[in-house]
């Protein structure tokens, strides 16, 4: 599982070559300690401080340009290496959340009701929510699981503080980019009318 920097090079923003060479470089390297690993590159999310404000690399730019523009960055560096398997698009699902509803598109402007921010405080890195859905591609496209087939009770969600509207919205953003590349098999959680006391441990809220 690797990723590069997130603008994929520091001084150039936008720019792919530095990724392309060093995913080369360190995919080589594993490949002499072990010649079956199979390598997955993360292509992250659309930074909001280098959007909406002035004079970034994508300031006034659509939500989705910046995740886009990184996610055609690492095609380039799988096309230039044969060790990487598979993608996680986690730029994609962050902009599938906003498409969905359950997520802000601007943290500056504040946050709009019964929304959440994928954004932490310096709206650059990622929330418990944003990381918590980076975590939901990554159990998909590494599964080939639904991530909805964890349900809306799913526990580290509800340990977090989660709704259950927001880990079900979550996990319907997190399903939406790895399907789209036929890696995962829909096969969301479909729960009984009645359930044991002894399978709800986690339904307690």
């Known amino acids: 599982m690797m ?58 730019t659509p939500i ?34 906003m498409v969905l509803g359950i997520a802000d598109t601007n943290p500056y402007d504040g946050i709009e009701f019964g929304k959440i921010s ?18 939901l591609v990554v159990f998909g496209n590494l599964t080939g699981r639904d991530p909805r087939s964890l349900g809306e009770n799913e526990c580290s969600g509800f340990e977090l503080g989660m709704s259950p509207r927001e880990i079900n919205m979550l ?7 790895p399907m789209s590349e036929n890696k995962v098999k829909a096969a969301p959680l479909i729960l009984p009318n009645s359930v044991h006391p002894k399978y709800c441990a986690v339904l307690k809220y």
């Open 3 to 60: 990723h590069g920097f997130s603008t994929l090079d520091s001084n150039k923003p936008g720019d792919a070559g530095l990724l392309v060479e060093t995913t080369i470089k360190m995919s080589t390297f594993l490949q002499q300690l072990n010649p079956k690993v199979e390598v997955f590159l993360t292509a992250i999310w659309s930074r909001a401080d280098l959007i909406y404000q002035a004079d970034r690399r994508w300031s006034g």
């Open 118 to 135: 994928l954004w932490s405080w310096d709206y650059y890195h990622a929330s418990t929510y944003g990381y918590y859905l980076q975590a």
């Open 171 to 177: 996990q319907q953003s997190a399903f939406n980019p």
């Open 64 to 97: 989705e340009k910046m995740a886009l523009d990184v996610r055609a960055g690492y095609d380039k560096a799988a096309a230039a290496t044969p060790a990487v398997k598979s993608f996680n698009g986690v730029g994609e699902a962050w902009t599938r959340a």
